[in-house]
Protein backbone atom coordinates (compact mmCIF):
# COMPACT_ATOMS: atom_id res chain seq x y z
CA UNK A 1 0.00 0.00 0.00
CA UNK A 2 3.02 2.50 1.00
CA UNK A 3 6.35 2.33 -1.37
CA UNK A 4 9.31 3.81 -0.65
CA UNK A 5 11.57 4.55 -3.88
CA UNK A 6 15.48 5.74 -3.19
CA UNK A 7 17.56 7.30 -5.18
CA UNK A 8 21.04 8.76 -5.42
CA UNK A 9 23.57 5.94 -4.54
CA UNK A 10 27.03 5.31 -6.20
CA UNK A 11 30.35 5.63 -6.19
CA UNK A 12 32.52 8.70 -4.85
CA UNK A 13 35.67 9.31 -3.93
CA UNK A 14 36.75 9.97 -0.12
CA UNK A 15 35.85 13.83 0.82
CA UNK A 16 33.51 13.93 -1.95
CA UNK A 17 29.60 14.33 -2.00
CA UNK A 18 26.06 12.56 -2.35
CA UNK A 19 22.51 13.38 -1.87
CA UNK A 20 19.97 10.61 -1.57
CA UNK A 21 16.42 10.95 -2.29
CA UNK A 22 13.65 8.57 -1.10
CA UNK A 23 9.90 9.31 -2.04
CA UNK A 24 6.75 7.08 -0.32
CA UNK A 25 3.85 7.02 -2.41
CA UNK A 26 0.60 5.46 -1.97
CA UNK A 27 -2.52 5.57 0.14
CA UNK A 28 -0.36 8.02 2.80
CA UNK A 29 -2.55 9.79 5.31
CA UNK A 30 0.28 10.65 7.03
CA UNK A 31 4.12 10.59 7.78
CA UNK A 32 5.14 11.07 10.85
CA UNK A 33 9.01 10.02 11.21
CA UNK A 34 11.31 9.81 8.50
CA UNK A 35 15.10 8.49 8.27
CA UNK A 36 18.23 6.45 7.48
CA UNK A 37 19.76 3.59 8.28
CA UNK A 38 22.94 1.84 6.76
CA UNK A 39 24.31 -1.68 6.79
CA UNK A 40 27.62 -2.08 5.95
CA UNK A 41 29.41 -5.72 4.91
CA UNK A 42 29.54 -8.11 8.36
CA UNK A 43 27.85 -5.23 10.63
CA UNK A 44 24.38 -4.53 11.78
CA UNK A 45 22.08 -1.88 10.33
CA UNK A 46 22.53 1.34 12.32
CA UNK A 47 20.66 4.24 12.30
CA UNK A 48 22.11 7.57 10.59
CA UNK A 49 19.84 10.21 10.99
CA UNK A 50 16.78 10.94 11.67
CA UNK A 51 13.65 13.58 11.06
CA UNK A 52 10.85 14.31 12.94
CA UNK A 53 7.05 15.77 11.16
CA UNK A 54 8.33 18.78 13.17
CA UNK A 55 11.65 18.84 11.48
CA UNK A 56 13.77 17.72 14.64
CA UNK A 57 16.65 16.03 13.56
CA UNK A 58 18.96 13.87 15.27
CA UNK A 59 22.36 11.87 14.09
CA UNK A 60 24.65 8.99 14.76
CA UNK A 61 27.84 10.55 16.05
CA UNK A 62 29.92 9.59 13.39
CA UNK A 63 28.06 11.09 10.71
CA UNK A 64 27.61 14.96 12.79
CA UNK A 65 28.99 17.92 10.84
CA UNK A 66 28.78 15.70 7.58
CA UNK A 67 25.46 14.40 6.55
CA UNK A 68 22.18 16.19 6.91
CA UNK A 69 18.44 15.36 6.28
CA UNK A 70 15.72 17.11 5.21
CA UNK A 71 12.06 16.56 4.34
CA UNK A 72 9.53 17.81 1.96
CA UNK A 73 6.12 16.64 3.18
CA UNK A 74 4.29 18.09 0.22
CA UNK A 75 6.26 15.30 -2.11
CA UNK A 76 6.37 12.85 0.71
CA UNK A 77 10.24 12.86 0.67
CA UNK A 78 13.11 12.84 2.59
CA UNK A 79 16.94 13.46 1.30
CA UNK A 80 19.96 12.70 2.97
CA UNK A 81 23.14 15.16 2.33
CA UNK A 82 26.46 13.43 2.66
CA UNK A 83 29.37 15.66 2.37
CA UNK A 84 33.16 14.62 2.90
CA UNK A 85 32.74 11.21 2.95
CA UNK A 86 34.61 8.33 4.03
CA UNK A 87 35.65 4.77 3.36
CA UNK A 88 34.11 3.35 6.47
CA UNK A 89 30.17 5.32 4.72
CA UNK A 90 30.39 2.75 2.11
CA UNK A 91 27.16 0.60 2.88
CA UNK A 92 23.53 0.32 1.39
CA UNK A 93 21.44 2.81 2.88
CA UNK A 94 18.06 2.37 3.77
CA UNK A 95 15.00 4.86 4.29
CA UNK A 96 12.17 4.46 6.18
CA UNK A 97 8.68 6.54 6.81
CA UNK A 98 6.39 5.68 9.93
CA UNK A 99 3.26 5.80 7.47
CA UNK A 100 -0.32 6.08 8.75
CA UNK A 101 -2.56 4.99 5.86
CA UNK A 102 -5.78 5.77 4.43
CA UNK A 103 -8.38 3.34 5.85
CA UNK A 104 -6.08 1.72 8.28
CA UNK A 105 -6.08 1.88 12.13
CA UNK A 106 -4.41 5.43 12.38
CA UNK A 107 -1.42 3.75 14.05
CA UNK A 108 1.84 4.66 12.10
CA UNK A 109 3.91 1.60 10.60
CA UNK A 110 7.70 1.22 8.99
CA UNK A 111 7.97 0.78 5.77
CA UNK A 112 11.11 0.73 4.37
CA UNK A 113 12.86 1.85 1.13
CA UNK A 114 14.45 -1.45 -0.94
CA UNK A 115 18.19 0.40 -0.14
CA UNK A 116 20.71 2.24 -2.35
CA UNK A 117 24.39 1.09 -2.43
CA UNK A 118 27.04 4.05 -1.69
CA UNK A 119 30.29 3.34 -2.11
CA UNK A 120 33.44 5.56 -1.17
CA UNK A 121 37.14 5.24 -2.61
CA UNK A 122 40.07 6.04 -0.43
Known amino acids: QVQLVESGGGLVQAEGSLRLSCAAS????????MGWYRQAPGKQRELVAA???????SYADPVKGRFTISRIDAKNTVYLQMNALKFEDTAVYYC????????????????WGQGTQVTVSS
Open 51 to 57: ITSRGIT
Open 96 to 111: YAQTIIWGGSGAPYDT
Open 26 to 33: GSIFRING
